[in-house]
């Protein structure tokens, strides 16, 4: 049905048919990361993104190396399994104030990494054809997307829209205020794991089209763009998974009319977007600022977070 | 070991002295992600110098890489001061926008340059050697080499002079600007040093160790000391030995020799994080079974000293009906009551149990009367 309607949109629009899936996809990774980034922004945690990508890596190649062939499942089993390990550890090294968290995340990414060209060596002194595609994931392929990729990141994209719904309004209390939800009886590890969980899920995933240095970019851009356009967290996470399959959208085609590798390209017009966003919310902001004179609340504030129960400070 | 294998390694040593002695202050400064954000943006500036220059050993490449680093972090402190962006999304941000741009240029420039970007992630430590500084016909040791020993010599000269201001900015920047110290000055100095070590150092170690080399020895070094210069002075300790471990087993292995190293300086923090004399997980939690021994104890004094001259002393202070009363396990009586026996607070007259004034007096010290 999918192939189908792909067949017809090409045929109509006289696109390159091989275009279509790996727009298809970039949009549906786009869709999905940008939701869940848009929360990794709120939590301030943006960058466990980029270190669970740098993690996934070596586990990626170990999948290689032990199935000695390139079997997606054998290759995704290992990199979820490496990201979940250097979560863990990231979290068990920065608990208890003995070491900085930002210096845990910074170290167990570049260990993890380390492994990964430990292997990557290791690997290329018996070159064989399976593993030529292999390097692909690091700066992504989004080329090599095809119709069959495609269910599944409908399936991931569905399945980050069904959680983030599923339990919006403990997500909600959750990013905001955790102490609060805690107090309510929600089981607040639960909820931290299962984010986790997507999130990995979705990095393993965008690995072979943004790659390990971009993926990071696909999560955070969309969201802190669509920081400037809202300050409700519905239509945040909702702008940014739009924000973020436009992205993909927007980048594939660029990319491929200008013939520059895609992955960055969704990048660098994600960061063009940031700036539109910023112009736009400069521009609000000081035609209110022009409404109310005198009034010192006007100076700069960073646009202020909804917290439940309390009146956003600035207008 | 031959004359190439020597120059590697030096190449290795002084690369993790010049890395940890930089990413010492960026860990203490909770900035260690600001090393991974450096040594990702750097690419562009050598893409922007070599488009301009076109020639892949000009000094120019060093100058427009140091600069590109002090770039992204002049553009993340905008994001987060101007732009109300936070630190870690404003980092998330930068360093993937830019070196997108550079892999962009870099695939568009692929016929005319031998950039490879695969090089620049895992460094070119092996080839290190086959690129020595000549004058005439003798050769003085790879050019790399020099570059780094010149920058760590220069970051100890630096570090010596500068130390007592550098100190105070670092740990009390307000303090600092009241007694006329510019912080403003010193923070960018560290970032420009930061970045130019990233540049000097990403060539032969390749940009994710230069990050795990930044803030691996540093952050184990913190974890034995919290004085500014022993810190220092163990993190270059710690760097060298996870090079030298790093090139020993990569090329007994025979696999990448920065890889092996990165890998060594977690294995070496590892072993830090377990076994610190304070701060290691194991002097942790042998400092927690003593507090909780100490407790128990306290806890029995103070049980014993309440019902010392009261009439049911017969019953509550009787050893083997300590169970009921102070709701323990009769192992744990058993064991409590033994170390209390043998550190001379307690007194077992058949099975009656009373303080002794030493434990009299830690009881009272307990309950504060």
């Known amino acids: 049905m999918k192939a189908m309607d792909g067949t017809i949109l ?3 629009y006289e696109i390159n048919p091989a275009l279509v899936s790996v727009v298809l996809g970039t949009a549906l990774l786009g ?160 909820w931290d794991m299962l984010y986790s969980f997507l999130l990995i899920l979705s990095v393993v995933i965008g690995l072979q089209v943004a790659g390990v240095v971009l993926m990071s970019a696909l999560l955070v851009m969309p969201g802190c763009a669509s920081r400037y356009w809202t300050t409700r967290m519905s239509s945040l996470v909702t702008l940014s998974g739009i924000t973020g399959a436009f992205l993909g959208i927007g980048g594939t085609f660029t990319a491929d009319e200008l013939s520059w590798p895609p992955g960055p390209t969704i990048v660098l017009l994600g960061f063009i977007w940031l700036f539109i966003s ?38 | ?58 000094p120019w490449l060093l100058l427009g890489a140091t600069l590109s680093g002090v770039f992204a972090v002049w553009l993340v402190e905008w994001f987060q001061k101007k732009a ?36 620049v992630i895992n460094g070119r430590l092996e080839l290190a050697f086959l690129d020595p500084v000549r004058i005439g016909n003798t050769s003085y040791g790879p050019r790399s080499a020099w570059m780094l020993g010149t920058l760590v010599f220069v970051q100890l000269v630096l570090i010596t002079l500068f130390f007592q201001p550098l100190r105070i900015v670092w740990f009390d920047s307000a303090f600092a600007a009241s007694i006329g110290i510019s912080p403003l000055l010193y923070q960018w100095g ?34 034995w000391s919290s004085r500014l210069s022993r810190v220092l002075v163990l993190a270059v300790l710690f760097a060298l030995i996870s090079a030298t471990l790093g090139f020993f087993l990569g090329a007994w292995l025979d696999v990448s020799l920065s890889g092996m190293i990165a890998v060594c300086t977690g294995f070496v923090f590892g072993l830090c994080w377990l076994l610190a004399p304070e701060e290691g997980w194991i002097a942790q939690w042998a400092r927690k079974r003593r507090q909780i021994q100490e407790f128990r104890t306290g806890l029995l004094l103070v049980h014993l000293r309440t019902h010392e001259n009261s009439p049911e002393r017969h019953e509550e202070c009787r050893f083997d009906r300590l169970n009921i ?45």
Request: aromatic share 6%; charged share 15%.
């Open chain 1, 31 to 190: 869709l999905a990361t940008g939701a869940l980034g848009s929360l990794a922004v709120l939590r301030r945690n943006s960058l466990l993104g980029d270190a669970l990508s740098h993690a996934a890596y070596p586990g990626l190649l170990a999948g290689f190396l032990l199935s000695g062939t390139k079997s997606v499942g054998l290759m995704v089993l290992g990199a979820i399994l490496a990201a979940a390990m250097a979560l863990y550890l990231t979290n068990l090294l920065g608990k208890g104030g003995r070491v900085r968290p930002d210096a845990a995340l910074a170290l167990v990414m570049g260990c993890f990494f380390g492994i990964a060209m430990v292997l990557q060596s290791h690997l290329q002194q018996n070159p064989s054809a399976a593993q030529a595609g292999l390097k692909d994931y690091l700066f992504g392929q989004a080329g090599l997307l095809l119709e069959e990729d495609i269910p599944l990141l409908v399936c991931l994209a569905l399945l980050v829209l069904f959680v983030l719904g599923w339990g919006w309004s403990r997500w909600k209390i959750i990013t905001f205020d955790r102490s609060h939800a805690l107090s309510l009886g929600i089981h607040v590890p639960f």
């Open chain 1, 10 to 12: 090409a045929i109509s």
């Open chain 1, 278 to 315: 910023y112009g736009a919310f400069e521009i609000r902001r000081k035609k209110r600022a022009l409404r109310q004179p005198f009034s010192p609340g006007n100076s700069f504030t960073p646009p202020p977070f909804p917290i439940p129960g309390k009146a956003p400070s600035n207008g």
């Open chain 2, 325 to 369: 009363h102070l709701k323990w396990p009769q192992a744990l009586v058993d064991d409590v009551a033994k170390a209390a026996l043998e550190r001379d607070l307690v007194t077992s007259i058949g099975g009656l149990l009373g303080c002794t004034p030493a434990g009299r007096t830690m009881a009272k010290q307990l309950v504060g009367d």
């Open chain 2, 84 to 119: 109300g962006i936070r630190e870690d999304a404003a980092m998330g941000l930068v360093f993937p926008a830019l070196f997108s741009a550079a892999v962009i240029m870099i695939s568009q420039l692929a016929h005319s340059v031998h950039l490879d970007t695969d090089a």
């Open chain 2, 190 to 223: 560290v970032t420009t040093a930061a970045s130019l070590t990233c540049v000097s150092a990403f060539d032969a170690l390749g940009s994710i160790l230069v990050v795990a080399l930044m803030v691996g020895p540093a952050s184990s070094a913190l974890l």
């Open chain 2, 1 to 58: 070991m031959d004359n190439a294998d020597l120059q590697t390694l030096l190449v290795a040593c002084l690369g993790a002295v010049a890395c940890a002695l930089g990413g010492a202050f960026l860990v203490l400064r909770r900035l260690s992600l600001l090393a991974d954000a450096i040594s990702h943006s750097i690419l562009l500036g050598i893409v922007v110098a070599w488009v301009l220059v076109k020639d892949l050993g000009s």
